[in-house]
């Protein structure tokens, strides 16, 4: 897969999931029932992933040659739930990889 776009998104999906399984999961998992590990493994795989996507983005601006803006918006999706999924619907789609 040397594509940048689908790395991208498979990134995104990545970073997406553990942040919804991090909300939906591991925090009512700890503070509901007391076990503090979900949110100990889960937090730091999405912590990872997040870490991820972030250089993800910086790269996607040198190799795809993503405007401030669209980097500025990646960014944000990955700091609200559902946000890489929509990202991905709305910019992504769009997107072409250059030769």
Known sequence: ?????????????LE?????LLL??????KYM???DMAV?????AHGA???LYVAAIFYMMIR???SLLTAL???????????PFIFDAKILKHQETPA
């Open 16 to 20: 997406g999931i553990s942040f919804l």
């Open 49 to 51: 992933l997040f870490v």
């Open 33 to 35: 029932m007391g076990m």
């Open 24 to 29: 939906g999961i591991a925090m009512p998992l």
């Open 1 to 13: 897969m040397r594509d940048p776009i689908k790395q991208f998104k498979v990134i995104g999906y």
């Open 40 to 44: 100990t493994i889960v937090g730091a």
């Open 73 to 83: 918006l990646a960014f944000i999706a990955s700091i609200v739930p559902f946000g």
């Open 64 to 66: 795809v040659r993503w």
